[in-house]
């Protein structure tokens, strides 16, 4: 079965410092990575994806992951962090493994950013 | 603008009663889904449509009944049944299917439903 594991469940960090977020999936075959934000009792909305070509995708605010295969892992880092980065971020995957309408979501990482 | 909208924000229900949570789409997508979010657990799917008049079973389907009368409805019904429903709702819509061609979810703002 298809699994996503985000190996930290809070990372607390200070403003203008580097962040990385881990996430790892299990899959043997293709799959499309997501990574998903969730600002405080909100739903979740698209940060960013990989589909196919450059490994290296990045957002409009910043943050970029990187797909490798050989590790199957998606990690989302940004440079420096600011305040209104604090929120929770969901890595995710679909993919023919899943089946058509499954997206598998991780546990989610708390970003806890401070003054 | 386009975007999900679910209703209502916070409901409290009694002990053996049904109570449905409403969305509606206005992105004119075909694909629907309801996800629940425990603290800890991330979203798992409770159920999702296709398209109008179907829909599947997600993993955590028991205790939970839907409807797909018209494309931009997808509301969920959470019965007595459901020992353990205290939790947030999420509804979610996609174009298509994400698992073919990466299609992005969109979410709605949510629905926390508590157990009195």
């Known amino acids: 079965a298809q699994s996503v594991t985000q190996l930290d469940s809070q990372v607390p960090v200070f403003e203008e410092a580097p962040v990385e977020l881990r996430c790892n999936y299990s899959?043997?075959?293709?799959?499309?990575l997501f990574w998903y934000v969730q600002y405080p009792n909100q739903g979740l909305q698209l940060l960013l994806k990989?589909?196919?070509?450059?490994?290296l995708v990045k957002s409009i605010n910043g943050f970029e992951a990187e797909f490798n295969k050989s590790q199957t892992s998606f990690h989302l880092r940004k440079p420096s962090v600011h305040i209104s980065d604090t929120a929770e971020y969901f890595c995710?995957?679909?993919?023919?493994?899943?089946?058509?309408?499954?997206?598998?979501f991780g546990a989610g990482t708390r970003l806890f950013v401070k003054a | 603008d386009g975007g999900i909208t679910q209703s209502p924000k916070y409901l409290f229900r009694k002990e053996g009663q049904n109570v449905t949570l409403s969305c509606e789409q206005n992105l004119n997508h075909d694909a629907m889904y309801w996800y629940r979010q425990d603290p800890g657990q991330g979203l798992r799917l409770i159920y999702y449509?296709?398209?109008?008049?179907?829909?599947q079973k997600g993993d955590i389907a028991e205790g939970y009944s839907v409807s797909r009368e018209k494309k931009e409805s997808f509301p969920l019904t959470v019965t007595s049944a459901q020992k353990n429903p205290t939790a947030f709702y999420l509804c979610?819509?996609?174009?298509?299917?994400?698992?073919?061609?990466?299609?992005?979810?969109?979410f709605g703002e949510g629905s926390w439903l508590t157990v009195v």
């Open positions: 899959s043997s075959v293709s799959v499309y």
């Open positions: 449509s296709q398209i109008v008049n179907d829909f």
């Open positions: 995710a995957v679909s993919g023919p493994p899943t089946g058509g309408f499954k997206t598998i």
């Open positions: 990989y589909l196919s070509g450059s490994t």
């Open positions: 979610a819509s996609s174009i298509s299917a994400p698992g073919y061609s990466g299609n992005t979810i969109y």
